[in-house]
């Protein structure tokens, strides 16, 4: 077929159709709609004609139009039908900007059949232009689907309002009766799906609800009729008036059946109903549903109350995996129907690896952590999937492969739909038929199409298989230990029952049956549910299992029973680990091996959620990446107390995160110890902002005026020492800290009209605000225990010194220990200013020139007098007191820096460690030695910190029991070559060894 010579266009433009043409689905159909649009129009509408041939020589819209009329009969029907949308222009992609004014046009009707061809006439308008840019490429998917979606909107806006007039004209205006009196009653129109999304395709159904506020009231025209009544009948004719089927088709098609009680249920429902609903008998399929939900005409700030108010039914505040079941039974249910129709592989919405895979994929993780987490509620798919890689639950390729997937198959979708605007989601079996899509879709042939297709569909099963089935495919991959089965038989009134438990290992039998009993019959709370208790039963192989295979056996059991009697009712957390058998085993290896980590996790078993993210062990994070967190987790608290816990929710958790990766050997021991450091100074500086800026609201900023007579702002400084100076903390450190400001000058006072009070008081609040903010207790612990007793005049003086204070203590008044905990003091939070000062006064201090003889008299008398007073006992040794051990590392070199940092200043550095390597490099300590002492630091360091994982507390001492030996060699798994007391004592020996070299016998 070829173009007819009675379209007025140039060869040039002949050719170039023909050429377009051949790329279509369909060539021939090409030429021939366009040869039909000719002659339809050829007679009464020569301006049509004309008008088609203009838009053929425009190269915008010739890809436009041959594009269309080669893959859409359903597009060139359209052309063919309203011949006049060729003068619109289809540019932008607002898709608002198409709708304008469409209610107020549909308003100007004066019977139903008028306003019902008005608004098919505009659907058909904007498909079109929708249509054409979709074929051609020039709009994105985002773009199609929310241009649809906007359509639906405006649709039935407009509808809405024509029929509220209509009925309120036969029956009076609905009012509704308060106490307040009489006022109009509000409808809204929920979009649910794709429609709430934005998301809609081509030829889709839009689902719907209808809500109306209150029952109390109704119309009071010639025909009255109650409230619910009136908008029954607007409700029934808005489906009528969109999507009967007339000689203009149809606009869309309506679906209500996901609406409470479904078909069976009331078309309408007034708000207080539809809540009592959701909230009494709301299923898990309903809460997926209700995420998406939007209102989309009427009275939309009335839809947006229900959905607040519901917003506790559809995300739980509490990880919800006990979800899973019912979301992977929904998930059946749609491969049952879809396989038994027999298009199981090759529908893209529903099939293997198709749509609805992706949008579960997503609403899953979104009905599991949308309660704790809100940035993972939008309604759009792509954007929940870019969320969860926010809230590291996905990792980022995993989020652009599906994001990319996700488009291939709707385009796929809306290529299928587009062709005749029928709800078509199966590929074509015809090889004919399946090649003409590939056309549709640009691919080349139709064996590329189906390469691609099958890869993208196979990717997207296997990333949906392994989140929804993993975890009960490794379940169901293990045989049940006997020895797990003979214990889940046991009871105390079983004969074999001490016998049973002395072979699996426990030495605490009746813990044993504690725990037993619990997982076959669940606490005994009331009202707790059977399916509710159904949990504790399911977890109990795969736990009783792991705690076989711990540490510490009855340390596990221990804090497993704990833990189980915490949850209580909270057994999604029960349900996550099932889902995740990883998690179940680190949670059991922790309860084996710590009990400051099992104390957090017993008692705040919502630290848990971090367990299952993406990065909770992968790497180190940085100041920057702690801040952000910190400050969005903050960012959530909306008072005072609640600001409190967030900030220790928050230290437990990254302390949690720590730990796990301490004890699962991914850190080295000194990135735990830095980690830990870093992890207080990021919480000391939000606590200290919040301090100093809830003081200015009040009382003004404190400022003082200088010699010129200029006010300026009095500075604050806080002073890290010890182990956190060093960026060397422990699990449970205390922090040891120094507050300075360097207020000076005249008129030392804060600027405020009434409350004004001296610069002294101010900053003595202050650190009081800190210290108590730090220390006090709450149902999430304290943050730190504080040791003040560093600063200047200790326990006896200000809580706040002033910078020429403390300039005058330690130039006049400081005893020799005092400038040894100089070597390890670092300003961390404060005026940069006044931290350079600092820094340089510090440094000032300790390059003093010093009489070395007198120095090492005095400090190995210290030695002695600490040593007589803290030696451990016959038999236990301390990694701190023993002689050779931290005390005197830590005294060597301090010594050393004091001695020596007049004529070598690059030694002064507060980390032990680079402290070491710093005087090996400068030549007061030769090499080897300073690499044995680091050895033997970092030895020390290392079972220090496992001593207090297994403890729950700050401890230094090994007891001579072997028990207790063996657990903490059991724990210190990253220890190499001898056992831990064999290589604590070897150490010990070569740090003496070195030590009598420098301070001689003693």
């Not at 079941?325 to 059946?332: G, L, T």
């Not at 009382?699 to 060397?728: C, H, I, N, S």
């Not at 063996?966 to 290589?983: D, F, S």
Request: aromatic share 8%.
């Amino acid at each position: 077929m070829t173009i007819p010579h009675t379209l007025p266009v140039s060869p040039a433009t002949r050719e170039a159709i023909e050429h377009l043409a051949a790329t279509t689905a369909d060539p021939q159909g090409a030429i021939g709609r366009l040869a039909n649009f000719i002659v339809t129009h050829a007679e009464d509408r020569p301006e049509a004609v004309e008008r088609l041939a203009e838009r053929l020589e425009d190269p915008t819209w010739r890809p436009r139009l041959v594009t269309a009329l080669g893959n859409s009969p359903y597009l060139a029907h359209v052309l063919t039908r309203w011949p006049e949308f060729l003068d619109e222009e289809y540019t932008g992609a607002d898709p608002v900007a198409w709708n304008s004014g469409l209610a107020d046009a549909v308003l100007e009707c004066a019977t139903h059949a008028e306003a019902g061809r008005l608004l098919r006439w505009h659907k058909h308008r904007t498909f079109l232009g929708i249509g054409l840019r979709d074929l051609t490429g020039e709009a994105t998917l985002p773009e199609t689907t929310q241009g649809l979606s906007a359509l639906a909107d405006a649709s039935l806006e407009a509808g809405y309002r024509w029929l509220r007039r209509s009925l309120s004209q036969k029956h009076g205006p609905p009012m509704t009766e308060t106490g307040e009196g009489r006022h109009p009653a509000r409808f809204v129109i929920l979009g649910m799906g794709k429609l709430g999304a934005g998301e809609l395709n081509f030829s889709s159904d839009v689902d719907l609800i209808y809500l109306y506020d209150e029952d109390r009231g109704g119309c009071d025209g010639q025909r009255p009729v109650s409230i619910k009544e009136f908008f029954n009948r607007l409700g029934q004719e808005l489906i009528r008036l969109l999507s009967e089927i007339t000689a203009e088709g149809m606009v869309f098609r309506i679906d209500l059946r996901l609406r409470p009680e479904g078909a069976s249920g009331d078309l309408t429902l007034s708000r207080r109903s539809a809540e009592v609903y959701y909230e009494s008998w709301g299923r898990t399929w309903e809460r997926s549903a209700m995420i998406k939900a939007r209102p989309v005409a009427g009275d939309v700030a009335l839809g947006e109350a229900l959905l607040h108010n519901l917003t506790p039914f559809i995300y739980r505040r509490y990880l919800d995996f006990a979800a899973l079941e019912a979301i992977r039974e929904m998930k059946r249910q749609i491969d049952h129907k879809c396989k038994a129709r027999q298009d199981y592989r090759r529908n893209v919405k529903l099939g293997y690896g198709g749509i609805r895979e992706i949008e579960f994929f997503a609403q899953c993780h979104q009905l599991i952590h949308g309660g704790k987490n809100p940035g993972l509620r939008p309604r759009e798919t792509e954007a929940v999937l870019l969320a969860l890689v926010g809230a590291s639950l996905l990792p980022a390729a995993t989020a652009d492969l599906l994001i990319n997937h996700y488009r291939f198959l709707r385009t796929v979708e809306h290529r299928l739909q587009i062709e005749r605007e029928r709800q078509v989601h199966s590929l074509p079996e015809e090889p004919a038929a399946f090649a003409a899509l590939a056309k549709r879709m640009l691919f080349a042939d139709a064996e590329t199409f189906r390469a691609r297709l099958d890869g993208v569909r196979a990717e997207v099963y296997a990333i949906y298989d392994q989140l929804f089935f993993e975890g009960s495919r490794e379940r169901e991959k293990h045989n049940v230990n006997p020895l797990v089965e003979a214990l889940l038989n046991c009871d105390e009134e079983t004969e074999r029952c001490p016998e049973v438990i002395r072979r699996a290992g426990f030495e605490q039998p009746e813990q044993a049956l504690g725990l037993l009993e619990l997982l076959r019959q669940g606490p005994s709370l009331n009202h707790l549910t059977e399916a509710s208790r159904g949990w504790y039963g399911k977890v109990a192989v795969p736990l009783l299992a792991e705690i076989l295979a711990a540490p510490d056996q009855d340390m596990a059991l221990r804090h497993a029973e704990a833990f189980l009697r915490k949850l209580g009712y909270r057994v999604n957390y029960l349900a996550l680990l099932l889902e995740y058998p990883p998690v179940l085993k680190l949670l059991i290896k922790l309860f084996g091996s710590s009990a400051l980590l099992s104390h957090y996790l017993i008692h705040h078993p919502e630290l848990m959620d971090g367990l299952v993210t993406t990065d909770f062990m992968e790497r180190y994070r940085n100041r920057g990446e702690l801040m952000r967190d910190l400050e969005q987790a903050m960012s959530r608290a909306t008072h005072h107390e609640e600001a409190m816990e967030v900030l220790r929710e928050f230290k437990n958790s990254e302390s949690l995160r720590l730990g796990i990766r301490d004890l699962s050997g991914v850190a080295e021991p000194s990135e735990v110890t830095s980690g830990l450091a870093l992890l207080a100074e990021v919480i000391l500086a939000r606590v200290v902002a919040d301090a100093r800026e809830e003081l200015i609201a009040r009382y003004g900023p404190p400022r003082w005026t200088d010699a010129q007579g200029v006010r300026r702002e009095a500075p604050f400084a806080v002073v890290a020492m010890g182990k956190l100076g060093g960026r060397e903390l422990s699990f449970s450190s205390d922090l040891d800290l120094i507050f300075l400001h360097g207020s000076q000058g005249e008129e030392q006072y804060t600027d405020h009209p009434r409350l004004s009070m001296a610069n002294g008081q101010f900053f003595t609040r202050l650190g009081q605000k800190i210290i108590t903010a730090i220390t006090s207790m709450t149902r999430s612990g304290k943050l730190y225990e504080l040791d003040m007793r560093l600063r200047p005049s200790g326990s006896s003086g200000p809580v706040v010194t002033s910078l020429d204070a403390f300039i005058a203590y330690h130039t006049n008044s400081s005893w020799l220990w005092e400038q040894q905990a100089l070597t390890r003091a670092r300003p961390i939070i404060g005026d940069e200013g006044l931290i350079r000062e600092l820094n340089g006064v510090i440094r000032g201090i300790l390059t003093r020139a010093r009489a070395r003889e007198a120095l090492v008299k005095e400090m190995v008398t210290m030695r002695e007098r600490i040593l007589a007073e803290k030696a451990p006992a016959e038999g236990w040794i301390d990694i701190k007191q023993s002689r050779g051990g931290v005390v005197d590392v830590e005294f060597l070199v301090q010594y050393l820096q004091l001695a020596h940092a007049a004529d070598h200043p690059g030694i002064l550095t507060p980390n032990l460690p680079n402290a070491l390597v710093a005087l090996a490099k400068s030549g007061v300590l030769s090499r080897e030695e300073a690499r044995s002492l680091e050895d033997a630091y970092g030895l020390y360091r290392y079972v220090e910190s496992h001593l207090r994982l297994l403890h729950g507390h700050a401890e230094n001492r090994i007891a001579p029991d072997e028990r207790e030996r063996t657990r903490l060699r059991r724990l210190c798994h990253g220890l190499e070559g001898p056992e831990v007391i064999t290589a604590l004592e070897e150490a010990f020996g070569r740090v003496r060894v070195i030590c009598r070299r420098i301070f001689g016998d003693s």
